[in-house]
């Protein structure tokens, strides 16, 4: 199974289950906005199937930004090296590169079809 990531531009990011569970929990524990915090936990306890960063407001939407940069070293530092552990950096690195340019205020436009459109 998998979970999407809408990124600021529209663009999605699929993951597996496990790795999406562990990136959401991260942030959620690192988020300094009450707000957003309280969001990321929602969407890891609610186990749903989609973290939309176009839906958060512009400030929210900054700190995640700045949070997902991170989670590269957070995982080599944190995660337990395992077979996958690599392929997490992989991973990782990915969603960093797919992410707008440090302190871009490019505006969101939304693009491509939701994740069920596509499936369809």
Known sequence: M???IRLPDGQWWTV???IFSWIVGTLAATARDRDLAA???EVDEE???LLDLTALPADQRAELVELVRALPAVARDHL???ADHEAVGRSLADLVDRLPPAGSARAVRPR??????RSS
């Open 112 to 117: 491509g079809p939701s994740p069920d459109a």
């Open 16 to 18: 597996r289950t496990g």
């Open 47 to 49: 186990d749903l199937p």
């Open 2 to 4: 998998s979970r999407d």
């Open 80 to 82: 337990p090296p395992t």
């Open 39 to 41: 969001h990321l936990r």
